[in-house]
């Protein structure tokens, strides 16, 4: 049954309307909310505050709006909170798995300096670039995924479809094939005699992976190798200098405090090497050395970032300076992975070539020997 809402409730009587009108209606099975459903939550009560509607009543008109139902109930609670009087801030802060703490922050700050309009705006902004930058590292790693796939796939075929039909033809002139033949032919045997015990295999080193990579040695490997690999590290210091100088720059901005930016900063940022970094940088602060001298410490922040920040630190700009470095790393980002993906593309052609060659040559000269001796 669809659930009706009184838009503009009186102020007195906001709270009981709330607890006799407000029914939630809670899935068996919860889902995640999505970013799609809270950039369109933030979207929708941006354009309902602009127009005049009370906070409550945006809040009730996004509820019948909503098709997620985990995101409506997320927003029931949240209306329901703020009719019985708590703060937006405080209402948001109880569903952390849908709004981070820089949303919680900035929202909170903007409630006392009536901007939340803009807060909205640019919370939006952020998480469109967000999307937009995963959107970007998704594209860039599909094509050549895809075709590490095909390759391994045709490999796979014609091992154990196309090379046993020759098996027989060659083992009368065994001696004579080229090594690839040979190998090729042992690969065969080994994937068609053998195959129940390399999928097990296969399957116990996904598992054991998995594994490896969920425990802190393992996440701190691959975050290691993230940022000292050659062609490597630029990429990823300059995905996570975006995603965290974005926070910063946003938060800071908004007249949000130094440490509950860079708490905010960290908790966006999923490799513990930088993550230590931005602890470091809270150290420095806390120590009255500032938040460019921890900056300036780390061994893969860009010389240019670490002096701009810098800068923004002794002209008082430092929000301003960090959403203006983190959009000149996100221009730079994309542009190297633009170029990246192109040179993915005949890169992996080449190799694709390469396999197949070697396939096609490994079956060829042996018939033409064959013919030869018929001959």
């Known amino acids: 049954m669809a659930l009706q809402y009184d838009p503009t409730p009186p102020k007195e ?12 209606r809670l899935p068996q099975r919860r889902r995640p909310v999505s970013s799609a459903d809270r950039m369109f939550f933030t979207e929708q009560l941006a354009l309902l505050l602009e127009t005049g509607e009370s906070l409550y009543g945006a809040l009730t008109t996004i509820i019948l709006q909503t098709e997620s139902p985990e995101m409506r109930r997320v927003v029931e609670t949240i209306a329901l909170d703020v009719s019985e009087g708590r703060s937006f801030g405080q209402a948001l802060a109880k569903h952390d798995e849908v709004f981070s703490s820089t949303y919680t922050n900035l929202i909170a700050a903007s409630e006392g300096g009536g901007f939340m309009y803009e807060v909205l705006q640019q919370l939006l902004l952020m998480d469109k670039k967000r999307e937009e930058l995963r959107d970007t590292l998704m594209s860039a790693g599909t094509y050549p995924m895809f075709l590490i796939a095909f390759s391994l796939g045709v490999v796979v075929f014609v091992l154990v479809v196309v090379f046993p039909k020759f098996g027989t033809m060659f083992t009368s002139i065994y001696d004579q094939l080229p090594g690839t033949t040979k190998s090729l032919m042992a690969a065969s045997d080994v994937l068609r ?26 996440r701190a490997k691959v975050d290691h190798f993230k940022l000292h690999a050659p062609g490597l590290r630029d990429v990823f210091t300059q995905i996570y200098l975006v995603q965290c100088l974005q926070v910063l720059g946003l938060s800071l901005s908004n007249k949000v405090s130094v440490m509950e930016s860079l708490e905010a900063s960290r908790d966006v940022v999923s490799n513990t090497l930088f993550r230590r970094l931005i602890t470091e940088v809270e150290s420095k602060v806390q120590s009255g050395a500032g938040v460019a001298a921890g900056f300036a410490e780390s061994t893969f922040v860009p010389e240019l970032a670490k002096h701009m920040i810098a800068t923004g630190e002794q002209t008082g700009n430092l929000g301003k300076v960090m959403t203006r470095v983190a959009e000149y790393y996100e221009v730079q980002l994309k542009k190297k992975l633009d170029t990246l993906s192109k040179l993915a593309e005949p890169i992996m052609l080449l190799v694709m070539g390469v396999v197949v060659g070697v396939l096609v040559s490994s079956l060829i ?11």
């Open 13 to 24: 009587a906001a709270a009981g309307a709330a607890r006799k009108g407000l029914q939630f």
């Open 193 to 218: 005699e053998h195959w129940v015990f390399l999928l097990a295999g296969l399957a116990a080193l996904f598992v054991g992976a998995k594994h490896w990579l969920s425990s802190a040695a393992g």
């Open 365 to 375: 000269l042996p018939i033409f020997k064959l013919s030869r001796a018929v001959g």
